[in-house]
């Protein structure tokens, strides 16, 4: 069973930077797809920033410019630096991958963006 694990959230003014990452079980290359999600309070889990394994990356609009996503092959990490951040980001981050139809996710963290 493969798990994941998310940290790096917490409360950031808007406009700070915060950087989540995401700890797997086994290779972070070994996965055919993997990517960063959202779901904020009454609101359905949208997909923030993916990541494939030949190493493509889109961002959906809302973070185009503002978050980056990427993999860190020391620390077998699946990372999403978010700079420029607005309250509208506050949601909890859930981390996904994806191999061989099997679908798998973390727990989530939790982003705060207030004042």
């Known amino acids: 069973q493969v798990q994941l694990v998310e940290s790096g959230g917490g409360l950031v003014q808007p406009g700070g930077s915060l950087r989540l990452s995401c700890a797997a079980s086994r290779s972070i290359f070994s996965f055919n797809f993997m990517g960063w999600y959202r779901q904020a309070p009454g609101k359905d889990r949208e997909l923030v920033a993916f990541?494939?394994?030949?190493?493509?990356?889109r961002n959906v609009d809302s973070a185009k410019g503002r978050f980056t996503i990427s993999r860190d092959s020391e620390k077998n990490t699946l990372d999403l630096q978010m700079n420029s951040l607005k309250p509208e980001d506050t949601a909890v981050y859930y981390c996904?991958?994806?191999?061989?139809?099997?679908?798998?996710w973390g727990k989530g963290t939790l982003v705060t963006v207030s004042s």
């Open positions: 990541i494939t394994s030949g190493g493509s990356t």
């Open positions: 996904k991958a994806v191999d061989s139809g099997m679908v798998y």
